[in-house]
């Protein structure tokens, strides 16, 4: 199946870091023409760790896959000019801008509106005010680091994954695409607003957080268990760490069947006067289930309990680091479609992932990222118009460049 879902829509991309360049990299490998624009020497991100010996980031590679890579002289007036004859030049499927960047001089919405009136533009914030904001900063104003952790810790955690900057970035490109829904059917474009820190404060009411604190019981720091429910590490017989989850009743019970422990737990539960078919009742049991399946889980080997679990759906998961996933799992191989083995310009083979999207139970063509400034002779000849010789001058004066490391 061709990477053709969202062929034909034009989207310009002037970002850093992760949440824009990842909502743009989500409608490139759908299909849609991402055109990312850097100053000559590259972005804020463009030496962004992880980096190679040579220093070239691998950060940068991973997020801007499947664009085409524009460089212009954003410093000099001529070189906005351009940039923004890309971002209004015409097409039905044309005139979006992603940007996390504010949205004043020369991407101004009212400046670019009065080029284009139909221009849909999406602008990422720190916070509603467009103060800065990353998720480094987020997450202690909304209290997750004191949830992180053991229950005997007293500071702060924080943790590696930036989630809020990773759900921004999708709903920016769902944001982009309802704007151009409605475009489509009344005609008329909008400025869009998408705060990081809104982002995060909305899902912590979705998820209840908010609620409890509200009703005098917040959350509490409970170590690598499952709050709800019935989810703890356990350690096995040859010392491997493995996670165990009976969140279900389905999950829960299976996990009872393969340890044979069924008579057991319901005995715990009789003793304890609570049903412990019920999750919550799980979790206030926890401590009292672990001491029946501890034991069972340490008198088997790894090997053994892949076996078991595998014949009986136990919903669980061994814990590897990184490089132990890549060399080991096959959900992280080629035996997976979602992955690809490409040559990464300027850096090399790597093992690539597309888009998780399945349409009619197919993966979109996995694509690399561009070298800096790959795309820029084509896309300005493309979009714009230019004549070989009108391109010749603009890279003549400096103020475009051609693909570089």
């Avoid at 030496?47 to 070239?56: H, Q």
């Avoid at 319901?266 to 501890?294: K, M, P, S, T, Y």
């Avoid at 992280?332 to 999207?357: D, H, K, W």
């Amino acid at each position: 199946m061709s990477g053709a879902i969202l062929k034909g829509m034009r989207v310009v991309e002037v970002s850093a870091f992760v949440a824009a360049p990842l909502g743009g990299m989500t409608l490139a490998q759908m299909g849609a023409q991402v055109i990312r624009i850097d100053g000559l020497e590259g972005g804020l991100d463009y030496r962004r760790w992880p980096v190679t010996e040579d220093n070239i980031s691998l950060f940068w590679n991973g997020l801007n896959k499947a664009k085409r890579s524009v460089v212009i002289d954003i410093n000099k007036p001529e070189g906005r000019e351009l940039a923004q004859a890309l971002i209004t030049a015409p097409g039905d499927d044309a005139g979006m801008l992603l940007s996390n960047f504010p949205d004043r001089g020369w991407l101004d919405y009212r400046t670019l509106r009065n080029l284009r009136p139909d221009l849909i533009q999406l602008t990422i914030q720190g916070d509603r005010h467009g103060g800065s904001a990353v998720d480094y900063t987020v997450n202690p104003r909304i209290g997750l680091p004191y949830l992180t952790g053991p229950e005997t810790l007293h500071c702060a955690v924080n943790h590696v994954l930036p989630a809020w900057d990773l759900i921004t970035g999708q709903m920016a490109a769902v944001g982009l695409l309802a704007a151009e829904r409605q475009r489509s059917r009344h005609g008329h474009g909008q400025q869009v607003k998408l705060a990081l820190e809104d982002v995060a404060l909305a899902v912590m009411g979705h998820l209840g957080f908010l609620a409890e604190a509200e009703r005098g019981q917040p959350r509490q720091r409970h170590g690598n268990d499952l709050f709800g429910a019935f989810g703890r590490d356990f350690v096995t017989g040859d010392g491997q760490r493995i996670m165990l989850v009976g969140l279900t009743l389905k999950q829960w019970r299976s996990l009872c069947e393969v340890t044979e422990l069924t008579g057991q737990v319901e005995a715990l539960g009789q003793r304890l006067g609570v049903d412990l078919n019920r999750e919550g009742e799980r979790f206030h049991a926890r401590d009292a289930l672990a001491a029946l399946i501890g034991p069972w889980v340490a008198a088997r080997t790894l090997k053994e309990l892949t076996v078991l679990f595998a014949r009986t759906g136990v919903c669980w998961s061994p814990y590897q680091s990184v490089a132990t996933l890549l060399a080991y799992d096959p959900s992280c191989s080629e035996q997976n479609p979602l992955f690809r083995r490409l040559e990464q310009p300027g850096v090399g083979e790597l093992l690539t992932p597309g888009i998780p999207l399945r349409f009619n139970d197919h993966y979109q063509p996995v694509q690399p990222a561009p070298l800096l400034g790959a795309d820029t002779e084509a896309v300005l000849m493309d979009v714009l118009g230019l004549s070989s010789g009108e391109f010749g001058a603009l890279h003549d004066h400096g103020l475009v460049r051609t693909a570089s490391r």
